[in-house]
């Protein structure tokens, strides 16, 4: 039994922070990669940033130097601290655990957020 649960998501100004939790249960001791995506209505899910296991990261160009993704050092839990944050920004941000043996992995419920201009 896998469990991917989301918090954090709200409603900020232009300019502002946010920040992000992951929390994934399953029923082994492995370490997972874990990734952001968000979405908006009509619009494919796509990538915000990644973290491996080893704790390497890596963002997508609109979030270069305003995102950072970070995880607990045991367990797979990570979180995304969103600064400078733009009404582009705008969507369900979900988190991914990342499974090799079952691609992509197991996806969260999503969490909004929502940036005002």
């Known amino acids: 039994q896998v469990h991917v649960a989301e918090s954090g998501g709200g409603l900020v100004q232009s300019g502002g922070s946010l920040r992000l939790s992951c929390s994934a249960s399953i029923s082994n001791s492995r370490i997972y990669g874990m990734a952001w995506h968000r979405q908006t209505p009509g619009k494919q899910r796509e990538l915000v940033a990644v973290i491996t296991s080893g704790g390497s990261a890596v963002y997508a160009d609109s979030v270069k130097g305003r995102f950072i993704i970070s995880r607990e050092n045991a367990g797979n839990t990570a979180y995304l601290e969103m600064n400078m944050l733009k009404p582009e920004d705008t969507a369900v941000y979900y988190c991914?655990?990342?499974?090799?043996?079952?691609?992509?992995?197991?996806w969260g419920q999503g969490t909004q957020v929502t940036v005002s201009s």
């Open positions: 991914l655990l990342a499974d090799p043996e079952r691609p992509p992995g197991y």
